[in-house]
């Protein structure tokens, strides 16, 4: 099943408010509690403000990127902990695949115009800019780990959409969010080609965002649980978690929530490990 909203995407682009208020001041409620988001309950308030500001003013595309990070985030750096929360969680990746499409069709009706009439996919990809950047990664990470998390096939029907859109954001900006592109891939070159991937071009995509940018936690933790785990390489394994579990997170605090969430899944794979060796266990 296609997670994009085809029928507001392929329809009306321009959208009535469905209540009254102070968009504004909703927007801004929201971007304060976001600062707050390692706290879930402050990060729900900033989905739940900005929701509220796109009620009142439902055009606003940049408020949808917005939403889609926090619902990738609520996801991804909380709900994934809790086993009992797991649909919860597909709910928010999907929802946060769906706000960035949104974002797409509303800030470049041309690309939405392109991919409704059914041209290329290349040619619909040619009317985005560096403004659709954004977007374009918060609309392929959820989607990814939306696939992941319900089906192989879902991975397979979005490859090909998914690997122009991110060869495009590395075209216009490699260094995007933190080398975000060739971490995509590192990802993305575990699983395809299906079943075995390509480990050595994974790894090369990894360490290409880990060298430009190594503060960010959740490359390591990457390539540590989808391409080391995957090769068998204990050693590649532990140093990538060790790293991540000795790095200081008061070192880049504006990403503090983002790489404490990733510490956190750091020391639960390596606890995992030293489980299954206590048990002799076969382990990497």
Same mark, same amino acid.
């Given at each position: 099943?296609?997670?994009?909203?085809?029928?507001?995407?392929?329809?009306?682009?321009?959208?009535? /408010?469905?209540?009254?208020?102070?968009?504004?001041?909703?927007?801004?409620?929201?971007?304060?509690?976001?600062?707050?988001?390692?706290?879930?309950?402050?990060?729900?308030?900033?989905?739940?403000?900005?929701?509220?500001?796109?009620?009142?003013?439902?055009?606003?595309?940049?408020?949808?990127?917005?939403?889609?990070?926090?619902?990738?985030?609520?996801?991804? $750096?909380?709900?994934?902990?809790?086993?009992?929360?797991?649909?919860?969680?597909?709910?928010?990746?999907?929802?946060?695949?769906?706000?960035?499409?949104?974002?797409?069709?509303?800030? +470049?009706?041309?690309?939405?115009?392109?991919?409704?009439?059914?041209?290329?996919?290349?040619?619909?990809?040619?009317?985005?800019?560096? $403004?659709?950047?954004?977007?374009?990664?918060?609309?392929?990470?959820?989607?990814?780990?939306?696939?992941?998390?319900?089906?192989?096939?879902?991975?397979?029907?979005?490859?090909?959409?998914?690997?122009?859109?991110?060869?495009?954001?590395?075209?216009?900006?490699?260094?995007?969010?933190?080398?975000?592109?060739?971490? +995509?891939?590192?990802?993305?070159?575990?699983?395809?080609?299906?079943?075995? $991937?390509?480990?050595?071009?994974?790894?090369?995509?990894?360490?290409?965002?880990?060298?430009?940018? /190594?503060? +960010?936690?959740?490359?390591?933790?990457?390539?540590?649980?989808?391409?080391?785990?995957?090769? $068998?390489?204990?050693?590649?394994?532990?140093?990538?978690?060790?790293?991540?579990?000795?790095?200081?997170?008061?070192?880049?605090?504006?990403?503090? /929530?983002?790489?404490?969430?990733?510490?956190?899944?750091?020391?639960?794979?390596?606890?995992?490990?030293?489980?299954?060796?206590?048990?002799?266990?076969?382990?990497?």
């Amino acid at each position: 099943m296609y997670v994009c909203v085809s029928l507001f995407f392929c329809g009306e682009v321009s959208l009535p /408010p469905t209540a009254q208020g102070d968009a504004e001041e909703w927007s801004k409620k929201a971007d304060g509690a976001w600062e707050q988001r390692a706290d879930e309950a402050q990060l729900r308030a900033a989905v739940d403000g900005w929701q509220k500001a796109l009620a009142i003013d439902p055009n606003r595309a940049e408020l949808r990127v917005k939403l889609a990070r926090a619902h990738y985030f609520l996801a991804d $750096g909380h709900l994934r902990f809790d086993e009992e929360r797991e649909q919860e969680m597909i709910a928010n990746f999907r929802e946060g695949t769906n706000q960035a499409e949104m974002a797409l069709g509303q800030k +470049y009706p041309a690309f939405r115009s392109k991919f409704c009439s059914r041209q290329p996919y290349s040619v619909a990809l040619q009317q985005l800019d560096k $403004g659709a950047l954004g977007a374009m990664y918060w609309y392929a990470t959820n989607l990814g780990k939306y696939a992941l998390a319900t089906s192989i096939v879902e991975v397979l029907n979005q490859k090909d959409r998914i690997v122009a859109m991110m060869e495009l954001m590395k075209s216009l900006d490699a260094g995007f969010f933190h080398h975000a592109a060739d971490r +995509y891939f590192g990802a993305f070159y575990t699983k395809i080609p299906f079943p075995s $991937g390509d480990l050595p071009k994974s790894q090369g995509h990894f360490e290409a965002s880990i060298s430009g940018a /190594p503060y +960010y936690l959740a490359t390591r933790v990457l390539l540590a649980s989808m391409n080391a785990a995957k090769a $068998g390489d204990r050693a590649l394994f532990k140093a990538q978690l060790d790293a991540v579990m000795a790095f200081d997170l008061d070192s880049r605090p504006d990403l503090k /929530p983002e790489n404490t969430a990733e510490q956190r899944k750091a020391d639960d794979l390596l606890a995992e490990i030293r489980e299954r060796e206590a048990k002799d266990e076969r382990v990497l």
